[in-house]
């Protein structure tokens, strides 16, 4: 598995609490934050899958 699905995984899971926190809290910048962070995981997960891919 290429480092960069474990990094973006880890970041979507960061974004997640992150987002789920500023639910709680009431912080806009906080929730907007995990958003962002989310996006930033999934496109990095997405990423690391295909050099996956190539690496066969």
């Known amino acids: 598995m290429d480092k960069d699905r474990i990094e973006g995984s880890l ?3 960061k974004g997640a609490v992150k987002e789920v926190a500023g639910k709680i809290i009431g912080d806009a910048k906080l929730q907007a934050d995990g958003k962002a962070d989310k996006a930033t995981g999934k496109l990095q997960n997405a990423v690391g ?6 690496k066969k």
């Open 49 to 54: 899958g295909l050099k996956d891919q190539f």
């Open 11 to 13: 970041k979507q899971a």
